[in-house]
């Protein structure tokens, strides 16, 4: 069984900044990939940012820029910095998890609600 644990949403005004963490648990002791991805009401799940194993970055479009994602080398764990947030930056903050081993598992997260107000 592998857990994401996430932590970090909240409610913040459109210019500040956030900060989410995800670390992985259970029977999990390499990545492939890495990531977040979000989804608003009414929407697709888009992709916000993810890091493969070998520090490879992509981020999406909206986000570029502003958002940063990095790794903590001691655990399976990454952090998300939103920076600069918009009111279109609104939605549920999904860690994603996908490691390669013939077949490709991947593993989410529950979710983490992120609010900008004007």
């Known amino acids: 069984q592998v857990q994401l644990a996430e932590s970090g949403g909240g409610l913040v005004q459109a210019g500040g900044s956030l900060r989410l963490s995800c670390a992985a648990s259970g029977s999990i002791f390499r990545f492939n990939s890495m990531g977040w991805y979000r989804q608003a009401p009414g929407k697709q799940r888009e992709l916000v940012a993810e890091l493969t194993a070998g520090g490879s970055t992509t981020y999406g479009d909206p986000v570029k820029g502003r958002f940063t994602i990095s790794r903590d080398n001691a655990k399976i764990a990454v952090c998300l910095e939103m920076n600069s947030l918009k009111t279109e930056d609104t939605a549920v903050y999904y860690c994603?998890?996908?490691?390669?081993?013939?077949?490709?598992?991947?593993?989410w997260g529950q979710g983490t609600q992120v609010t900008v107000s004007s």
């Open positions: 994603n998890l996908r490691y390669v081993a013939g077949v490709t598992l991947q593993y």
